[in-house]
């Protein structure tokens, strides 16, 4: 025993004292090419000189690396998290600058911008040195492992025999996406489950698909009165979004109130880069806590000091973000170049954000989780948001997101190597919270917005431009007609709406909601035809629009389509109507959204072409989902054979609170959180 102990210090001394003679060596090289950066005064030293001033200058640069840089990250974690990758570089070379200035001895001198250049270097080669030393050497592999994670978190049980779960949601990969690319061998992780391990089941979202209203349903077994992403509640008078922390914050602790329960997380579970907590107690990257006080442990950024602790993984990182920020740089200006149709503009800030979502939060994530196994944690969840980003504005199927994808399964199989090395077997879980369907925007394709188009039909004033379109002067004649009054010199209908509240329109991918705030209920097909009574008619003529959800004094609630379409909600099973197109479950998924408190006066859902799958966003975004239409309400769920079928032969999984019903019978089938097996959420909140 103590002979094996002293054989990893060895062992331990060996490797450090290897990287420090590489680091001395890349630093001299380093010197001899820079003209910026010398180890020898002008007048000239001996060799012997320079090659002690650099290894006492690398010496310095490690040591300052392992002992400060935490505690310059720590301050980092006030920065907004676009900004950390630039200030790596620039910290990273300061702490070179003072390392050299540390020997009383040396004239080592190096130019800012070149110290940021020769430390970034510095960095990577220690950082690739230390890992190719612990490829034979399982302890030394799983320490170096234990350094991406939270070193803060606490261990779980020694070696547990019953096996942890990892649940890892590809954010917006649909099940027709990832069989393809399972099939071109873009994702060959995935392609070696499918082929032995692991089983592929589809399942339906809500009217909602989204990941606020499917994560929510997951985590927390109720997603009830989540109608879009965003929405407009008339007795607060506040907009909910589901990626704002507040209204994340909110909607977590309705759906714990409704339940009853915490979430799925619960019992010894992680909780890493997703809106909601699912009741773990270890939280990063964690939207629905940003705004508490919590402790260190369980800060929302908690997880990217726990990975830029490491200069080294921030060094690499900042490096991969740079590299995708000019990647992306690259693909929108080709696509400018091709003519490329459909195509949204992707410049501003969106490089940046594209790199945040496929380097920092897919490598903090992926970190997190491989801490988390070898901590020995019971149940995980994480959300790697990275394909759903580039979907939005590439396409979902897309070269571009297609690249995307391949990087998120070597993810897969770096997690899949480290449940080797956990003290506990791990069952790997991979699903999805909504596919993403193709198609130009509403605006690209009609020269208006939903927005405009609802003014129009309101008798408002709109843009110039929309009214110069064939559906900006369509809406305006049906007002013209309902009105049986000229139009006034001005353009517009001098109408009494003029001087009320103006309607408040919502995107939410391809589905729409329009609420009128001045008034306190929903209002009813018979308020809104006696106020604008233009309004519905052209909304649901319009060509780009497939169907409307409204309120019925006489029926409850009725869905609204083309030509005089009028169908109440209790007989669209046997009279389907606009609906047809949507496939199964459309008329389900209606219903339930009828029923929820905070459902929008006019819900609006774009058009589909069941041909191509397409729909029309009323946001810009080529690939969307929010909305019924397509791929982005097909998902999957992929899930190892030693699991129980998600559901009977011939059923179909539907709805996220299902999905969370499942996933706790698979935890219980583990031995692990005993959490009741209740079949209905409702049934919890009686």
Known sequence: MRGG?????????????????????????????????RLQSPDGESATHIA???????????????????????????????????LVFVLNGSLLLVALRLNPASSAEAAPETAVVVAAVMSAVASATGAALAVRDDDAYRRRLYRLADRRRRRGPA?????????LQLDGVGHDVLVAAAGKGVMPTVARWLRGTHRLTAWRTDWSSQTGASQLGILHGSNHDVPAFRWYEKDTREVMVCNRPTSAAELQRRAVERTGDGGLLGADGASRGNLFSGGADEQALVLSIATRRRGRENRSRAGYFAYFSDPAN????????????????????????RGQRPRVARGGLYPLVRAFATVVERDVVVAAVMGDMLAGRTAVYADLVAYDEVAHHSGPVSRDAEQVLARLDRALALIAQVAEHAPRPYRIVVLSDHGQSPGETFRARYGLGLGDLVRAGCGLPVPRRARRTHSGAEARAAVRAALRRPVEAGGEQQHPARRRSEPLVLASGNLGLVSFPDVPHRMSKEEIDARHPALLTTLANHPGIGFLLV?????????LGAYGAEIPLDMLDDKPGPLEVFGPGAADAVRRTHSFPHTADIMVNSSHDPADGEVLAFEEQIGSHGGLGGAQARPFLLSPLAFSEPVEAGADLVGAEQVHRVLRRWLHESNGPQVPLDTKPEERAA
């Open 5 to 37: 102990r002293w054989r990893r210090i060895a062992s331990q001394l060996g490797r450090s004292v290897t990287v420090w003679a590489v680091s001395t060596l890349t630093m001299l090289v380093l010197a001899g090419i820079l003209p910026d950066f």
């Open 52 to 86: 002690v001033t650099a290894a006492f200058g690398a010496g310095a640069f490690g040591v300052l690396s392992a002992l400060v840089w935490p505690l310059l990250v720590r301050l980092l974690l006030l920065v907004p998290a676009l900004v950390l990758g630039l």
């Open 159 to 167: 070696g547990p025999s019953a096996p942890g779960t990892v649940f």
């Open 314 to 337: 921030a060094v690499r990182t900042a490096m991969s973000f740079v590299a995708e920020v000019g990647r992306e740089i690259g693909q929108s200006t080709r696509a400018v170049a």
């Open 551 to 559: 309120r019925s004094e006489e029926h409850g609630g009725v869905v």
